[in-house]
């Protein structure tokens, strides 16, 4: 089980940081990823980190979100600086370890950045 924590509602050029905790069964392997569904659009990939610490972002975040992982805390992070509208959504962390069958997603949280 995964669950998301760390939206709301902030002004363009802040910042957030997104927390998704994981329950239950062992924690380390997966690849992690959050992903992002604004109205109207298809959810999109935003960050990944895999098990062993590689990160890649989506181009319009680069540079001003950072992904990590706390194994030991089974949670996981979204830094989120320099904030813009265009970065409203609901924010989904999602574990993937197909070897384990596991794909799995939290609820999701909402991110609101106004102008």
């Known amino acids: 089980q995964l669950v998301e924590s760390g939206g709301g509602l902030v002004q363009a050029g802040g910042s957030l940081r997104l927390s998704c905790a994981a329950s239950?069964?062992?924690?380390?392997?997966?690849?992690m990823n959050w992903y992002r569904q604004a109205p109207g659009k298809e959810r999109e990939l935003v960050a990944t980190?895999?098990?062993?610490?590689?990160?890649n972002y989506a181009y319009s975040v680069k540079g001003r979100f950072t992904i990590s992982r706390d194994n030991a805390k089974k949670t996981i992070y979204l830094q989120m600086n320099s904030l813009q509208p265009e970065d409203t959504g609901i924010y989904f962390c999602?574990?993937?370890?197909?070897?384990?069958?596991?794909?799995?997603w939290g609820q999701g949280t909402q991110v609101t950045v106004s102008s």
């Open positions: 999602n574990a993937r370890f197909p070897a384990a069958g596991i794909n799995s």
């Open positions: 239950g069964g062992i924690f380390g392997y997966e690849t």
């Open positions: 980190i895999t098990s062993t610490q590689t990160t």
